[in-house]
């Protein structure tokens, strides 16, 4: 679990946003009961998220460009989720959301091909995303849930073409921070659990990891076998765009690191092409916290080649990250070569 | 002295003695010399055997002495029980001793005898017989015979025999219960003996025949392949030949396994006695009828159970179960619609309860041919044929209904028969068929419910689960998988296709078998390939015709025996959206009073031509197909169009409004979207509009952006060929709105300026300034707040009357927007007054949606949290700045 998933409602901006477009999140209440009273749902609740696709966006657009970076929709419910929260089901403004668990299939991958590379194009010719979601109330405890399931159908361009969930727990502000700071107390006290690296790690090729710029390479050089990849997430001369806060690492932070460790493990194990790859299924749960002055492992263990339904080669993957031997997420990914 | 050695030893005195009072020895040594005594029982056990038994690894040297103490000691016991018992019952003979016991005395001499008798009950075919004695034996088992006691090579050796024995005591047991026709009721234990004792082929042909006598045909084959598979896998073997030969005749659907030998062998010396198939041998079948009950061999003159009848599981209980307890004067009533499988569900269930009719099963079908159907008179003297009586005594008229029926009833009388009548059309045809007496009872099929019988007990019968059509298909071929992990078609097994071909079917079992039928005609044909002809509506009856399997014909039959009202009613319903619709649209389509209108659709529900659940009625996927045949084959093109005129006022005068709508909308949008669509096809142009309007708010509140494209792009077109300003311009400005919602900013640009031309052009102020308003919010999207307040001024303007209040609600409501985006101390402010007229404009219009959006906004107008709800439910993300 970690609170970089969340929305920032501490310093919260004037509006939520995600890359350089505007969307628009469209209520689609099954019933108006509460709609018209205003009362918190206690039931699902429809929604739809549509908007352009980043054009400019520091990560999302960096790279060979083949594929839309499906960590946008991850992105997509890490924004909405919280507001969703506290604005339909009545959670209190002051009860953090935090994200647990995301898993996404990508069911059509032609969707995901970057038909439209070209920055100038019209703002009618841009790729669209849309988000069919839906989120379920669990735990209620009078009547307030302590936390939202979330179904997730998104379609680019009017292609269907993923599915996945997600899971937010809400927490109680000082059992919230309580629990961080005894975690934070927990993992310093603990000397004779330490794992660093030897020397500072040196970041792969951006190439290696489907990215361009350096500063989005958040991976170093790995150690181990191609069958078990033992790599260290960088932390220092990462692009901004992965700043965590309250000296923890970012969700986005996280992601990214499972995401290029994939990509280096399927690449270096079996050959496949960072920039053709794509991850066509993704489950990660988080366990704890990382703290960003601390060393964060990541290790990968690809599965065996094999291909998916349309016979591209396709390389299942296992990940942990872990900070001083603790678990801080596990991951199963799935490396498509699309060409 | 009861002796029990079937399970752990008991020891207890004889009759008249505390049963809870026992002998048995607590030490082993006893346990084991007794033993030994008992399953030698009456014979001379040796000192050496004995002595072996006590001791394997080798015995102490005081061997004989200590046998010579134990034996004693058993002899006081014996004596406890009954003075002089011990020197009475244990003898010393030369070499040994000898233990005298009564036949029965020991449960494991009692158990052989019964076991015996058992066996010649069975070679006897006395299977009832067979069966109670040897579920008699089988009781007196408790467990691993003499389970407490430690085994040498004397009781190792009993403890082979009699297991053995009772193996083949549970195997005659489950033949004579086979023949008794209690297959369903030996699945269970047959599955469970299968996994103790994987290895005896025969309760592995019990289970596979137990399966196919119930219809699963497929299990049957399964449980072939799985004991296949362990004897290759255990003993590198084939199965036997028994078991091979079992394979193949399943695989053929060989009918003559689905009976009992004994009712086979009586069935075919009654040469099958059903109306249309050749005259029985009379004097055969009047034997059987005619002998004494009890004593006549069965005269079964039932047709052969469907080889691929499928499911049905909770029908056929509840049919067994009323039909074992039918109280005299009652019968059993099976209706559904046509192809649901009737007749095979009243002839499965016949034939399962035949042990509870021992004097006769008659199957009469009541209209034999297309056509008319048989005179109670004819179907009693038809009757009276096939069950050996005489219809025409000293010279009587033979068509005296009243003389029939005596016969009829002096025939059945004292007997425990069961009549299948099949097509029943009316009680009266049926009436003076049906046995009074007790222990005889009838089947009656029929589309109607012949509610006006006495003692009817209705099983109403509908489509098949999904689950059942997928076996019924699968077991037939469809996917490719014959059920032994062959292909029909050296494919691989295609489940999707499958599950296609049967929802493309309704799940009807006729449709399903012409299905299955057609791929077993054509077996370069795929699953895939037939799911696809299937799909085009037009073709499908065609497609579901094999032989003599026809689904239309069927379907047909049901709709020509219908009233002229009820077929034109089910012919004109045909226009409807194929989804539930209730008793409302039902009369606008028929143009009928809504009494009138619900006494009709009520006909054809009772007519099976029509479902109805909780109000709403639907059609069978298949027969709206025909429904929609005879709709473009007897009503004029003007007649049709005139309906569909009915139909699409009838959906535009629906409209729910308040807390209902959404779930009025969520059932009905699929049916209004079609109906916009068939008005646009008959050239409705009004109606178009207007369903298109009716459609609006909610099509926008569910982001339902596919049917509203839809709907109003037909409306556009529709308000342009009427010449309807106005509605063009709404129509424009509703798809302006949908390009916003959906963020296509440029599309929703154009839209709303061709909007603004054609309210300016029509003079239409509402629309002009909401198409304002709109042209307004886009460059308030993009922060042009300046250029935003220059269209807004003349949008407010334009909408200044008070016939526009919904015009100048949207107006404040951008204005308020404005004042936010504009920023400054005074935004708020502004916003909370122009929010504040929305509030009042929103009261006017009795608008509790818009209401609520003005007082939430009212609310949240200095929430610093965020996002902005720029129109009820929508939000805006934005990047922040």
Known sequence: MTDAMTVDSGAAPPELGLGDGTRHLIHCPPSWDHYLLDAPSIGDEHFVLTGELPRRHPLFNDGPAHFHDLQVTTETIREIGEFVGHRYFGVPADRPGLFYRFTLDLTELRAWRTADPDPGAGPDRRSRMTAHIKATPANLINGVPRGLDFDIEVGIDDIPCGRGTAGLVFLMPVLHRKHVAYLRQAVRAVPEMDDAPDTPPRPVSPAEVGRSAPGNVVVGEPSGTPDRLSTWVLGQGVSPVFAGTDGQVSGLHLLEALRQTSLLAAGRGYGLGAARSVLSSFDVHFRGYAERDLPLRCVAVPGPLGHDTDGRPAVPVTLSLTQRRRAVAEARTVVVQDF | ?881
């Not at chain 2, 030893?9 to 009759?15: C, V």
């Not at chain 2, 996994?195 to 592995?204: G, I, S």
């Not at chain 2, 209706?335 to 021992?358: I, M, S």
């Open chain 2, 1 to 881: 002295m009861r002796f029990r050695i079937l399970g752990p030893m008991e020891l207890h005195a004889g009759a008249g003695t505390d049963p809870a009072l026992s002998y048995t020895p607590s030490a082993a040594k006893l346990r084991v010399v007794l033993a030994t005594l008992l399953v030698r029982a009456n014979e001379v056990v040796s000192v050496e055997s004995l002595i072996d038994e006590l001791w394997q690894d080798g015995p102490p040297r005081t061997a004989m002495t200590t046998l010579q103490v134990y034996v004693s000691q058993l002899r006081k016991l014996l004596d406890s029980a009954g003075p002089g018992l011990g020197r009475q019952t244990l003898l010393t003979r030369n070499p040994g001793y000898l233990l005298r016991v009564a036949p029965d005395e020991c449960d494991a001499t009692v158990f052989d005898r019964l076991q015996e008798q058992g066996r010649k009950a069975l070679e006897a075919d006395d299977h009832a017989t067979a069966a109670d004695v040897l579920r008699e034996a089988l009781g007196l088992w408790r467990g691993p015979l003499l389970s407490d006691t430690p085994h040498g090579p004397v009781l190792d050796s009993a403890s082979v025999r009699l297991a053995e024995a009772r193996t083949a005591a549970l195997d005659h047991r489950v033949r004579a219960d086979l023949q008794l026709g209690r297959h369903r009721g030996l699945i269970a234990e047959l599955r469970s003996l299968t996994a103790e004792q994987p290895l005896r082929e025969e309760f592995h042909a019990h289970l596979m025949v137990a399966l196919y006598r119930t219809g699963r045909q497929a299990e049957a084959l399964r449980a072939f392949g799985r004991v296949r598979r362990t004897l290759i896998d255990e003993l590198g073997i084939e199965p036997g030949p028994v078991l091979q030969r079992l394979q193949k005749r399943i695989l053929d659907g060989d009918p003559a396994l689905l009976r009992p030998r004994a009712q086979a062998a009586a069935a075919a010396a009654a040469a099958v006695a059903t109306v249309g198939a050749p005259a029985a041998p009379a004097a055969v079948v009047a034997a059987a009828v005619t002998a004494a009950p009890g004593t006549a061999p069965a005269a079964d003159a039932l047709p052969a159970a469907d080889r691929s009848f499928t499911g049905r599981t909770s029908e056929l209980e509840r049919m067994e179960a009323l039909l074992r307890n039918a109280p005299a004067g009652t019968c059993v009533a099976v209706t559904g619609k046509p192809g649901t499988g009737k007749t095979a569900l009243a002839v499965e269930a016949a034939h399962r309860c035949a042990d509870a009719f021992p004097d006769g099963r008659f199957f009469l079908d009541l209209r034999p041919a297309a056509g008319r159907p048989l005179t109670a008179a004819e179907a009693m003297e038809r009757l009276l044929r096939r069950a050996g009586g005489d219809p025409a005594p000293a010279g009587d008229a033979p068509t005296d209904p009243a003389r029939l029926q005596d016969a009829l009833r002096a025939l059945f009388a004292g007997r425990r028969v069961l009549l299948v009548l099949d097509n029943a059309v009316s009680e009266s045809q049926v009436r003076p068929l049906l046995p009074v007496t007790e222990g005889s009872t009838a089947v009656i099929t029929s589309r109607r419910l012949p509610a006006g019988l006495g003692g009817i007990r209705p099983v109403v019968l509908d489509t098949l689960t999904a689950e059942d059509a997928h076996t019924l298909l699968t077991a037939a071929g469809a996917g490719g998988d014959t059920g032994t992990g062959t292909s029909r078609d050296g494919t691989a097994a295609d489940p999707g296709a499958v599950d296609r071909i049967a929802e493309l079917c309704g799940r009807l079992p006729l449709a399903l078998r012409a299905a299955t039928a057609q791929l077993a005609a054509r077996p370069h044909w795929t699953a895939a390939a037939l799911a696809g002809r299937l799909q085009d509506e037009r073709g499908r009856l065609d497609a579901l015709r094999a032989g003599d399997l026809d689904v239309r014909a069927r379907l047909r039959a049901a709709y020509d025996d219908a009233s002229g009202a009820e077929r034109r009613a089910f012919r004109l319903l045909a226009v409807l959206p194929p989804w539930p619709f209730g008793p409302g649209t039902a009369a606008g389509v028929l143009g009928l009073g809504p009494e009138e209108a619900g006494a009709l659709v009520e006909s054809l529900v009772d007519a099976r031509l029509l479902d109805a659940d909780r109000g709403r009625y639907r059609f069978h996927e298949l027969l709206r197909l025909l429904a929609a045949e005879r709709l473009a084959a007897e009503e004029s093109p003007s007649e049709v169009r005139a309906a569909t005129e009915r139909m699409c006022e009838t959906y535009a005068d629906a409209e729910h409004a308040g807390p209902a709508a959404a779930e009025w909308f969520a059932q009905e949008r699929p049916a209004l979207v079609r109906a916009v669509r068939a008005a646009y096809d008959a050239g409705l142009w009004e109606l178009t509009v207007r369903l298109a309007d009716t459609l609006t708010g909610h099509l926008e509140i569910h982001a339902a952006w596919e049917d509203w494209e839809t709907t109003h792009t037909l409306a556009l077109e529709a308000a342009g060929r009427c010449g309807d300003l106005a509605a063009r311009a709404r129509m424009l400005r509703s798809l302006g709105d949908l390009a916003w919602q959906h963020r296509r900013l440029v599309l929703a640009g154009e839209l709303w300026d061709r909007a603004r031309r054609a309210a300016e052009e029509g003079d239409d102020a509402e629309e002009y300034g909401r198409s304002l308003v709109g042209l307004a919010e886009l460059r308030l999207d993009s922060g042009a707040v300046t250029e935003a307040a220059a269209l807004l001024g003349p949008a407010l303007a334009a909408v200044a009357a008070p016939a526009h209040a919904r015009g100048r609600y949207e107006a404040r409501r951008a204005l308020a927007l404005l004042a936010l985006e504009s920023g400054g101390p005074d935004g708020p402010g502004a916003a909370e007054a122009h929010f504040t007229a929305c509030l009042d404009l929103a009261t006017v219009l009795r608008d509790r949606r818009l209401e609520a959006y003005a007082r939430r906004s009212l609310r949240t107008l200095r929430d610093p949290s965020g996002a902005l709800e720029i129109r009820p439910g929508l939000w805006r993300l934005r990047a922040p700045a």
